[in-house]
């Protein structure tokens, strides 16, 4: 038997930390958040609604004011 | 969480009936289709958008999915129908690649992808279903998508043996979470056709053709187009990457639209799940789908651009004709969703 494999986690530099295969998150007050995706994204600007998972609030916004503005 | 399967969904086999004709072109392929001769039509001439190419569009890829009631299977390999399909994929093709500004820059394009323009001006479906949208109008707008959601994933699946290696794999991962990731129960078809049902709508396959306009049709003959032409591969990876990037907020939005209409769990599910899957396939469809096919396939790349305008485009005409109509206080559907319900 070899080494095991390590985690690999891909840190984006715009949003999200990517981890394969299916992880269970704490948080610091001890909740526990699971997902089982093949790939999960998890915040790493904490500007996610969804914080830790990661919903793509990262994204620059472009302000578009209404025909009266 | 445990659900109650539906297998009313799950095994439900049964083709769609024929459409009801819309014009010459439809009317040639749905007569053939139950058997009579194949008339000869001018394609050419027709509106490449219109709802009577489309819907021949339409009845000839359906051969690809699940057929029609009635209908001999091996109708899909019939070189008359074929030779039809040519030439209506033709005009539609034609219209498509001078409407949509070529470009082949996919790093520009995917990072106009990503900017998301927020604030009152914004007019989108999505934005008006948010604040203000009613409760019918919801409903019409999962009639619309339904023609491509209860095979959502499918069109892009023709993808997958014309790409090699990474690019492959990157996209198989994608398709695998939308189809429930090897549990049927959570195939995003399921999931849409139990928000269909939640919201009073029929889930059974392709039940609102007759229901939606030229321009829906459009939208998914696009991806069938893409991808059961080798040669477009690259346009349905742009088609493919279109949609994986910008539905994380429009699902957001979705999201808190049914919230204030108040529909119930089946509804928000489907486009909550679409917030947080899509915000990994963004990620998987950049790193893993788009990268390695330039890599590989640099000269795709001014298809990948044609394949992500062409869907903005087709989408964008959508829009207009559901907003249009909505700020005419008229349904955007051809026929009433209650009179006759399928």
Same mark, same amino acid.
């Not at chain 2, 009801?20 to 072109?25: F, I, K």
């Not at chain 2, 039509?41 to 489309?54: C, F, I, R, S, T």
């Not at chain 2, 909550?272 to 096919?293: F, K």
């Given at each position: 038997m070899g080494e095991p494999e390590p985690t690999r986690v891909l840190l984006t530099d715009e949003g999200p930390a990517l981890i394969a295969g299916p992880v269970e998150l704490e948080l610091p007050?001890g909740t526990r958040v699971r997902s089982d995706r093949a790939v999960t994204a998890v915040c790493h600007c904490r500007?996610s609604?969804r914080y830790p998972i990661c919903d793509?609030?990262h994204?620059?916004?472009?302000?578009?004011?209404?025909?009266?503005? | +969480?445990?659900?109650?399967?539906?297998? /009313?969904?799950?095994?439900?086999?049964?083709?769609?009936?024929?459409?009801?004709?819309?014009?010459?072109?439809?009317?040639?392929?749905? $007569?053939?289709?139950?058997?009579?001769?194949?008339? /000869?039509?001018?394609?050419?001439?027709?509106?490449?958008?219109?709802?009577?190419?489309?819907?021949?569009?339409?009845?000839?890829?359906?051969?690809?999915?699940?057929?029609?009631?009635?209908?001999?299977?091996?109708? $899909?390999?019939?070189?008359?129908?074929?030779?039809?399909?040519?030439?209506?994929?033709?005009?539609?093709?034609?219209?498509?690649?001078?409407?949509?500004?070529?470009?082949?820059?996919?790093?520009? #394009?995917?990072?106009?992808?990503?900017? #998301?323009? &927020?604030?009152?001006?914004?007019?989108?479906?999505?934005?008006?279903?948010? =604040?203000?949208?009613?409760? @019918?109008?919801?409903?019409?707008?999962?009639?619309?998508?339904?023609?491509?959601?209860?095979?959502?994933?499918?069109?892009?699946?023709?993808? &997958?043996?014309?790409?090699?290696?990474a690019?492959?794999a990157g996209?198989v991962t994608v #398709?695998h979470d939308?189809?429930?990731s090897g549990r049927?129960?959570?195939?995003?078809?399921?999931?849409?056709?139990?928000?269909?049902? $939640?919201?009073?709508?029929?889930?059974?396959?392709?039940?609102?053709?007759?229901?939606?306009?030229?321009?829906?049709?459009? *939208?998914?003959?696009? +991806?069938?187009?893409?991808?059961?032409?080798?040669?477009? =591969?690259?346009?349905?990876?742009?088609?493919?990457?279109?949609?994986?990037?910008?539905? /994380?907020?429009?699902?957001?939005?979705?999201?808190?639209?049914?919230?204030?209409?108040?529909?119930?769990?089946?509804? &928000?599910?489907?486009? @909550?799940?679409?917030?947080e899957a899509?915000a990994v396939h963004e990620q998987v469809v950049r790193r893993g789908v788009?990268a390695p096919?330039? *890599?590989?396939?640099? #000269?795709?790349?001014?298809?990948?651009?044609?394949? &992500?305008?062409?869907?903005?485009?087709?989408?964008? =005409?959508?829009?207009?004709?559901?907003?249009?109509?909505?700020?005419?206080? $008229?349904? /955007?559907?051809?026929?009433?969703?209650?009179?006759?319900?399928?």
């Amino acid at each position: 038997m070899g080494e095991p494999e390590p985690t690999r986690v891909l840190l984006t530099d715009e949003g999200p930390a990517l981890i394969a295969g299916p992880v269970e998150l704490e948080l610091p007050d001890g909740t526990r958040v699971r997902s089982d995706r093949a790939v999960t994204a998890v915040c790493h600007c904490r500007r996610s609604k969804r914080y830790p998972i990661c919903d793509a609030s990262h994204r620059r916004k472009v302000r578009q004011e209404g025909p009266d503005a | +969480m445990t659900r109650t399967l539906e297998p /009313s969904f799950l095994h439900r086999t049964a083709a769609p009936d024929l459409p009801t004709l819309r014009g010459p072109l439809s009317e040639a392929v749905v $007569e053939a289709l139950r058997g009579g001769p194949l008339r /000869s039509v001018d394609a050419a001439g027709a509106d490449p958008y219109g709802e009577d190419l489309q819907l021949a569009l339409h009845c000839c890829y359906e051969l690809h999915y699940r057929g029609f009631a009635g209908v001999d299977a091996e109708r $899909e390999w019939d070189p008359e129908l074929l030779g039809l399909r040519r030439e209506l994929e033709r005009v539609f093709l034609a219209a498509l690649r001078a409407d949509v500004e070529p470009g082949d820059d996919v790093t520009a #394009e995917v990072d106009a992808l990503l900017v #998301e323009p &927020i604030g009152p001006g914004v007019r989108g479906v999505s934005h008006h279903l948010q =604040r203000e949208g009613t409760l @019918d109008q919801l409903r019409e707008y999962v009639a619309h998508r339904s023609i491509y959601h209860l095979k959502e994933a499918d069109p892009q699946a023709w993808a &997958i043996p014309r790409l090699s290696g990474a690019a492959k794999a990157g996209l198989v991962t994608v #398709e695998h979470d939308e189809y429930g990731s090897g549990r049927p129960e959570r195939m995003h078809a399921l999931l849409f056709a139990e928000m269909m049902a $939640e919201l009073g709508l029929s889930d059974a396959y392709c039940a609102y053709v007759d229901h939606v306009p030229g321009e829906t049709l459009a *939208e998914v003959n696009l +991806m069938s187009l893409c991808g059961l032409h080798r040669s477009l =591969r690259g346009a349905s990876v742009g088609q493919f990457a279109m949609v994986e990037l910008t539905s /994380s907020p429009g699902s957001e939005r979705l999201v808190r639209g049914m919230r204030r209409l108040g529909c119930g769990p089946a509804s &928000i599910r489907f486009y @909550d799940e679409h917030v947080e899957a899509d915000a990994v396939h963004e990620q998987v469809v950049r790193r893993g789908v788009l990268a390695p096919l330039l *890599e590989a396939e640099p #000269e795709l790349a001014a298809d990948v651009v044609f394949g &992500i305008r062409a869907s903005l485009f087709l989408g964008e =005409r959508m829009g207009e004709r559901l907003l249009g109509c909505w700020d005419r206080g $008229e349904s /955007s559907l051809r026929l009433p969703l209650d009179a006759d319900r399928p």
